[in-house]
């Protein structure tokens, strides 16, 4: 049997930790195991490693900004999707997340058990799914006499 697959929760706030431990582990369909980094340094050390099937990022993080971590994780090339965790509705925030590599955005206001369940789960699948693609078109660059997948090659008429 397989271990579970990790999500990673770095958020300073205990509480805020204990009450998606709770409910990761009530999620209905894939069962989850939560680790958590309560601050910005170490939740980046952790989230490169590469380890974890998802990374829920709170916005406010004592010593640092949840933005400014995930901005520096994409260029660092990490492979895990992460889905940003807020109390702040603003706009500017949520597409400041997107813009920077976020799978999504959730507002902790707005929070519901099932929704958040769908988020995660999409958003590992997504990635799931990109780095399938990504695979496919390694192969196929690699394969000789292989068409161009940009479309490219010389398959018009002559």
């Known amino acids: 049997m397989e271990p579970a697959p990790k999500i990673l929760l770095i958020d300073d706030d205990p509480l805020v930790a204990q009450l998606i431990g709770m409910l990761v582990g009530a999620f209905r369909g894939t ?90 789960d999409y958003a590992i699948k997504t990635e799931a799914a990109r780095k399938q693609l990504r695979a496919g078109l390694k192969r196929a660059e690699r394969s000789p006499g292989s068409p161009n997948p940009a479309g490219g090659g010389d398959a018009g008429p002559h």
């Open 31 to 120: 069962a989850y195991t939560l680790e958590h980094a309560p601050d910005y340094a170490g939740g980046l050390e952790r989230l490169l490693t590469g380890n974890y099937a998802l990374c829920l990022l709170d916005y406010r993080l004592g010593d640092g900004d949840g933005l400014e971590l995930l901005r520096n994780a994409k260029a660092r090339e990490c492979p895990t999707p992460i889905i940003l965790l807020t109390g702040d509705s603003r706009e500017e925030i949520d597409l400041a997340a997107m813009e920077s590599g976020a799978a999504d955005f959730i507002c902790k206001q707005d929070f519901k058990p099932d929704s958040f369940e769908q988020a995660v």
